[in-house]
C-alpha cells in the first residue's frame, strides 16, 4: 500500500534530524493516514478510503465526500477517488435530465 492520501494526494516528506550537537541525518515525515468510510449521499452507499487525517477534516468542513469531490482537482485524486467523482456526476446528469 503505498502511503498517499487518495483524496488530497499528500505524501511522504524529507527532512533532517538534528541532534543536540547539530548532527543532522535524513528522515522521512510520514502522513496520518486512516482508513474510513465516507458516505455518498448522492449515490446512497459508502466509499473505504485510505486519507490523512487533514483530508477528513477538509471533507467534513466542505459538507461531506460529494461536495469535496465536487471541488477536488482531477491531478490531486487517486484512481478509486476519480472513478467516485465521475459516478457522482452522471448521477448528477440523470436527476437533472429526468
Known sequence: MSRVCE??????MTGNNV???NNKTR?????????VTLLSEKLGRGYSLRISAAALRSVDHRGGLDAFLARA???ELSDRALKIKRDLSKAEAETASA
Open 73 to 75: 482537482k482531477d491531478t
Open 27 to 35: 528522515r522521512r515525515f510520514l502522513p496520518n493516514l486512516n482508513e
Open 19 to 21: 541532534s543536540h550537537a
Open 7 to 12: 483524496l488530497t494526494g499528500k505524501g511522504p
